[in-house]
């Protein structure tokens, strides 16, 4: 294999015409520009110079060998510039994938610090709701994928194979009209809602809200069903039937003739963060995690 240092060397000593001269231009001795060139003929397979005198002149194959040098160098000299850029963060790309709640809350803060903080880098979003978001990420779609799963699901080795990075707990909160028998509770089971009719959120969200209630002796009745937060919120409050919504997605939603209440017990969604392992190390993609987790503690 024909290596660049190789050829660095011959194109000195086709420019000097000679050893020594070809060493004093590259910083080192006349014995190395020998080594070398020895070592690129043994490559080629071919003698691609020829000593006339005290200088050297290039053979046929050494003659086509330089002037495909010209071209090869200066594409991997770029190379070597756009890789030294990327891990300067002074270029490169992130692929972002997140949840809408997450888009609206989260995501907006942690780009616009890397804006700021790396103006080279471009970062893309679109939004997909997991497990399609992972699914993308293992796909080669993205390089980050937002994402959440359920406290207490049976998913938990779902993430085994991926670099997770914890950005915070988010508590799922009920939502009843300003009307209801129960709006301005402070505390709300449940199972005081067995008799409502219910509205519910994307797919992995309603099959979490059946389990749930299910749990304490229920099977909701779902009239409505919506990946749309602000829908949900304005289906609640026209009256025509109750919710839970994470708190984040509430952060993004105006919530009109809606009451708000602490569903108990508890019922929480773990956010995160993810990424392949080979891509976490890649700087781009590691600063990108770290805005996203210094969004999540604000």
Known sequence: MIEARHLRVLRAVADTGSFSAAARELGCTQPAVSQQMKALEQSAGTPLLIRAGREMRLTQAGAALVRHAAGILAGLTAAEEEVAAIAGLRAGRVRLVSFPSGSSTLVPTALAAM???HPGTRISLVEAEPPRSVEMLRDGDCDVALAFRYAGTAAAAEWDDLVVRPLLTDRLVGLVP????????????????????????????????????????????????????????????AGLG??????????????????????????????VALTLPDLARVPAVAETLAELERAAAR
């Open 178 to 237: 300003e009307g209801h028998r129960l709006a301005g509770a402070e505390r709300l089971g449940m199972a005081e809602l067995a008799e409502e009719p219910w509205i519910a959120g994307c797919p992995r969200c309603r099959r979490h809200l059946v389990e749930v209630c299910e749990g304490v002796g229920f099977t909701p009745r779902i009239d409505f069903a919506t990946d749309d937060y602000p829908a949900v919120a304005g289906l609640v409050g």
């Open 242 to 271: 109750v919710a839970v919504l994470p708190e984040l997605a509430l952060e993004s939603v105006r919530a009109k003739g809606v009451s708000t209440l602490t569903v108990e017990p508890a019922v929480e969604r773990e956010v």
């Open 115 to 117: 804006r700021a903080a």
